[in-house]
């Protein structure tokens, strides 16, 4: 997975160096595990402990070590929102991903995901978490309170869903984009 997160960063450099630049200016160069950056260490590594068994799509060659790291990135980010849904029909569970962009809401499930588009995933969650940091750090106390609030708020969502969950009932994460937006203008372009 660490070749992977570095494959990630490296995409990321190539399509976005002003991202990328800015994020090793603050915290150092990036490498080795993801494990090891401060906003995955500091925040996202609290969701491990809720991620559920789901349906993943097989054929997207995705390891479930890279599952879970995605999954993480699901549940931290702050500009999409997740639901775990049991689907009778097929007797399986399926995560929902809905992301809300202007007026347009798009959603999907994680195991109709092909491999592109879940690598395309990976860059987009890990670019948010990145650009959170940054804005975490170089933002005013306000920016800092807002964000870490929000961050609180996601954790005890998820833990607090994670125990009251039965095999039936579904999850949702209601940080929805327009609560990102209000936070960081810059994504709101």
């Known amino acids: 997975m660490n070749s992977k997160f570095i494959d990630y960063i490296e995409e990321l450099r190539n399509n976005d ?5 800015k994020y090793e200016n603050i915290y150092g160069q990036i490498e080795g595990d993801f494990k090891n950056q401060i906003w995955y260490a500091d925040y996202a590594v609290a969701f491990e402990s809720s991620i559920q068994p789901c349906e993943v799509n097989e054929e997207a060659q995705i390891s479930e070590e890279e599952y879970i790291f995605l999954k993480t990135l699901i549940m931290a980010s702050f500009s999409s929102s997740y639901k775990y849904i049991f689907d009778e029909k097929y ?4 995560m929902q991903i809905t992301v809300m962009n202007d007026n347009q809401t798009v959603v999907k499930f994680l195991d109709d995901l092909y ?3 879940l690598n395309r995933l990976f860059q987009i969650y890990i670019k948010e978490q990145m650009e959170l940091q940054i804005h975490y750090e170089e933002g005013t106390i ?4 807002k964000i870490g609030n929000i961050r609180i708020e996601k954790i005890d969502y998820s833990k607090n869903a994670f125990e009251r969950i039965s095999f039936y009932q579904d999850i949702e994460n209601q940080f929805y984009f327009e609560d990102f937006k209000k936070i960081i203008p810059l994504f709101a372009n």
Do not use: L, N, V
């Open 91 to 94: 007797k399986k569970t399926r």
């Open 142 to 145: 306000d920016d800092k309170i």
């Open 17 to 21: 160096a002003e991202t990328i630049e």
């Open 115 to 117: 491999s592109f588009q």
